[in-house]
């Protein structure tokens, strides 16, 4: 009896696998390693190196380890190059979740939690989010964490499944100096790196309508949004009830001037950022209010500003000094 985590070799993945060791829930990952890291998976953790599209190896993983829920993360998740490339985005979170939940209706596999995104808000009416704010995605990546949460209601409509849908807003931060955020268009690994190499961060837009003039965002520790995806496991396992989808969000926001200063004030690497212009289509304040998370799935903020950068700066270190002793041995 276990949790499949799709996903499970990615950033925010392996702490969900963590959370769920914490928690003495088995799990098993499965993922083809495109974006994920294999060495992010325990050692005494079951791993399938599988693509979601090939349905006869998942629906043998779902099988094999006798899997009773999903907690489905893997897909293709940057919203800039979707727009380049909207089929290979569909394939991969449209495509890939269909064939996932065809497997699992055929091993009787009946409860899955949905990594989604705030990109199904797109540029939101209002500043503060909450789970009734019109969704209106504004690139295929947002467009395709749409479609899987209408797949995952109407194949629970059809009796086949419970389920819920987490949506992310910004996950920033470390369980643990392992793991680390690889993405190449993240905020926080775009910011440590530059300071690691040397380079200046910089700021895009600095004349917005907020209290400094820079973008307010939604930042969360990936620790915290973790620990809520056994909360939601726990309560499809007991058959309690779930709503459709919950905001993982701070119901605050952190400007990107204030994470700057935080960055320098926590890593001790004392800087100026550059300035440049606005990047088109950035809205100046996304905030997300948590208040059913927390009622549901013991969602709380349990990490601060400070605290996200911390582990963010040590995971950075540490895989720097992995890829340099990979370098030279």
Not at 186 to 203: D, H, M, Q
Not at 219 to 233: E, G, P, T
Request: glycine share 10%; hydrophobic share 40%; proline share 6%.
């Amino acid at each position: 009896m276990s949790w499949l985590v799709t996903g499970g070799a990615g950033y925010i993945g392996a702490h969900v696998v963590d959370a769920f060791r914490a928690a003495d829930l088995p799990c098993v990952v499965l993922d083809d390693l495109s974006s994920g890291i294999a060495e992010f998976v325990p050692d005494d953790v079951p791993f399938v190196r599988a693509d979601l599209l090939d349905t006869v190896a998942v629906e043998r993983t779902l099988r094999e380890h006798e899997v009773t829920g999903v907690v489905h993360l893997a897909g293709f998740k940057y919203a800039g190059v979707s727009v380049q490339r909207p089929l290979h985005t569909y394939s991969q979170n449209v495509t890939a979740m269909v064939g996932l939940l065809r497997a699992m209706g055929e091993v009787g596999v009946d409860r899955l939690v949905f990594s989604s995104s705030a990109a199904v808000y797109g540029t939101p009416p209002g500043d503060v989010v909450t789970e009734q704010t019109p969704t209106g995605p504004e690139s295929p990546y947002g467009e395709s964490k749409l479609v899987g949460e209408w797949l995952l209601r109407d194949v629970e409509r059809a009796g086949d499944l419970r389920g819920t849908a987490l949506r992310y807003f910004n996950v920033v931060g470390s369980g643990r100096p392992e793991l680390y955020d690889a993405s190449p268009h993240n905020l926080f690994p775009l910011v440590l790196s530059a300071l690691s190499e040397g380079r200046t961060p910089r700021i895009n837009g600095t004349d917005y309508p907020t209290p400094d003039g820079t973008c307010v965002r939604d930042y969360v520790h990936v620790a915290d949004l973790a620990r809520s995806h056994v909360a939601a496991a726990r309560r499809l396992e007991a058959g309690e009830d779930v709503e459709p989808v919950y905001n993982l969000g701070s119901g605050d926001g952190v400007s990107v001037r204030e994470i700057m200063d935080a960055v320098a004030r926590v890593t001790g690497v004392d800087f100026t950022p550059e300035e440049a212009e606005r990047r088109p289509g950035d809205p100046a304040r996304i905030v997300a209010r948590g208040d059913l998370a927390a009622r549901d799935l013991d969602w709380a903020m349990r990490h601060d500003l400070d605290d996200m950068v911390a582990g963010a700066w040590a995971a950075e270190k540490r895989a720097r000094e992995s890829a340099q002793e990979g370098a030279a041995g």
